[in-house]
């Protein structure tokens, strides 16, 4: 069964930065969409980044140029490095995957999900 755990969060002044690490285990997939979502108390979920097993990424519009998506194929593992937070960006942070590597894009359904990574930002 397909494992993701995330680990990295925490609480942050704003224009701070964090970042989000994310081990997959038991994939077993050659191909992926990874990805990063998040989902706070009263809001929809919202997708941040992907990335895919050719290495092409897609930002949501609310943190393209603050955060950077990144994948390390040999340890199966997903970065979030969160620059310049602001405090709408607190939330629960989810680490996703699944094989639908073409359309990726910063959605919020996939097939697999972590247990999720608070992050607090203060003003």
């Known amino acids: 069964q397909v494992q993701l755990a995330e680990s990295g969060g925490g609480s942050v002044q704003a224009g701070g930065s964090l970042r989000l690490s994310c081990v997959v285990s038991e994939y077993p997939y050659s191909g992926y969409c990874m990805g990063w979502y998040r989902q706070a108390p009263g809001k929809e979920r919202e997708g941040l980044a992907s990335?895919?097993?050719?290495?092409?990424?897609s930002y949501a519009d609310s943190v393209q140029g603050r955060f950077t998506i990144a994948a390390d194929n040999a340890k199966m593992t997903l970065y979030l490095q969160m620059n310049s937070l602001k405090p709408e960006d607190t939330a629960m942070y989810f680490c996703?995957?699944?094989?639908?590597?073409?359309?990726?894009?910063?959605?919020?359904?996939?097939?697999?999900r972590g247990q999720g990574t608070q992050v607090t930002v203060s003003s």
């Open positions: 990335i895919n097993s050719d290495g092409d990424t």
């Open positions: 996703a995957i699944d094989p639908r590597q073409y359309g990726c894009g910063h959605r919020y359904n996939y097939d697999y």
